[in-house]
């Protein structure tokens, strides 16, 4: 194993390496500083603690609006849980061919992991998603009890379905669907997932609550502080925590934005 993981709390897949690259510092969110989104941050924090305990637990989908907490999600679990044995190891869908090697490397470690694919997105014609599915449940070989897969998609079904691929579906006579061959391939990926968890925009009220959040140790006008920050997100089209935290940095680098 080339990784020290009593040094390294994460790591990532090298295609020019053939191999995991350890990373000893690595930034991420305090799960405390994740406002608006209690209730996936619930539920991802209880299916990782019974992992960790042993227990059954799922892989877990991640999926909705950009901007919203997703990725973020997913690496503050490494600040709550690195002592506790919890690494991370991130990949990307273009090396998801070589996902048996580093699989079979993982199996035998004593710590936690969880596979982490980040904007997991396929285009019509790809094919790596099918290393995914088997490496997670349709292989003879059962997936590693010391791993799950948390997946982050801005996509439901993870692969694009098209109208023509419905051509088959039918129902039942009990009133069941039977999908068509096409989309039951597609959608067979994100059956795979036993925890799916749904992120949306932010209302008006909500994205304000985020950015009260950041500036809650700033003494200013907090109304002068609403219309900078409504005005923030108009110009980017985009209401979201992404955008709420783009404006605290704004604000960071120059306090003048609020005037």
């Known amino acids: 194993m ?15 390496r053939g191999a ?44 909705g609006s950009r901007g919203t907490g997703k990725s973020s999600l997913v690496r503050a679990l ?10 991370i190891v991130e990949f990307f869908k273009e090396d998801l061919h070589h996902l048996s090697e580093i699989l079979d490397e993982l199996r035998s470690e004593p710590r936690r992991f969880i596979l982490y694919l980040d904007d997991l997105t396929f285009r019509e014609g790809e094919s790596t998603y099918t290393y995914l599915k088997s490496a997670m449940e349709g292989s003879i070989e059962p997936p590693p009890e010391n791993l799950l897969v948390y997946a982050t998609t801005n996509r439901r079904h993870l ?5 023509r691929e419905n051509a088959g579906t039918r129902v039942g006579e009990a009133g069941e669907i039977h999908y068509a061959d096409a989309v ?22 909500a994205y304000l609550q985020i950015v009260e959040h950041y500036f809650r140790n700033e003494k200013i006008d907090r109304e002068a502080l609403r219309r900078a920050a409504l005005g923030f997100a108009r110009e980017r089209a985009a209401r979201s925590g ?5 404006f605290w940095e704004s604000y960071r680098n120059d306090p003048g934005i609020l005037q």
């Open 2 to 16: 080339s990784v020290d993981w009593n040094r390294c709390a994460a790591a990532v897949y090298r295609p020019d």
């Open 20 to 63: 995991l690259k350890g990373i000893e510092r690595i930034e991420v969110p305090a799960l405390e500083d994740l406002v608006g989104i209690d209730g996936q941050k619930a539920k991802i924090i209880a299916n990782t603690e019974a992992f960790l305990a042993g227990r059954p637990a799922q892989n877990v989908l991640l999926w």
């Open 78 to 87: 490494l600040g709550r849980y690195a002592e506790e044995g919890l690494r």
């Open 159 to 163: 692969l694009p379905e098209y109208q």
């Open 184 to 205: 039951e391939e597609k959608i067979a990926l994100a059956d795979r997932f036993g925890l799916w968890l749904s992120f949306y925009s932010p209302d008006e009220r």
């Open 242 to 246: 992404r955008t709420a935290r783009q």
